[in-house]
């Protein structure tokens, strides 16, 4: 399987994951917002804000970058993507139903980008967090280095 087919091919999958996230949740996933999501699964490794916008723009001349801001919102608040602090950049989410448990591996030399998942860090966040009398409203945990393909 090509990397392209690879990319359409979980792009479809995150595609009805999402469907079915709205579905359960009364959300609409909207045409727009499926476009979005798409452009984000099409992409390897991440996308910015205003590449997606150059993207949608081929499909719709007219839109601006408050469309593009308030449908990645859409997207995170709902845990279909994810956005890279460090890199002021999207992912998508490969685990919807895990998307506050998510932490990242950034390689530095190739730009691939690693989602994996954890309880023990999560609760280690809220631990923390409730001894320190604080209430975190957004935690992004990234790692950036090098991935094991770039040290061979």
């Known amino acids: 399987m ?3 087919q690879k990319n359409l091919s979980v792009s479809a999958e995150a595609l009805r994951k999402a469907e079915a996230l709205c579905e359960i949740n009364g959300l609409k996933l909207t045409k727009l917002r499926k476009q979005v999501l798409k452009l984000i699964w099409r992409k390897p490794g991440y996308v910015k804000a205003y590449d997606l916008l150059d993207e949608l723009k081929k499909i719709d001349p007219s839109a601006k ?3 593009i801001y308030r449908t990645l919102d ?3 608040e709902n845990g279909l ?3 890279l602090q460090s890199l002021n950049a ?3 989410c490969h685990h919807p139903h895990e998307h ?3 932490y990242f591996l950034i390689c530095d030399s190739c ?3 690693e989602e994996c998942c954890s309880k023990k860090i999560n609760n280690v966040v809220a631990s923390t967090s409730k001894n320190n009398n604080f209430i975190p409203n957004k935690v992004t945990f990234e790692i950036a280095g090098t991935c094991q393909n770039c040290l061979n």
Do not use: A
């Open 90 to 92: 999207f992912i998508g």
């Open 65 to 67: 970058p408050p469309t």
């Open 2 to 4: 090509s990397k392209r």
């Open 81 to 83: 993507i994810h956005k």
């Open 74 to 76: 859409f997207l995170i």
């Open 100 to 102: 506050n448990e998510c």
């Open 111 to 113: 730009q691939k980008i």
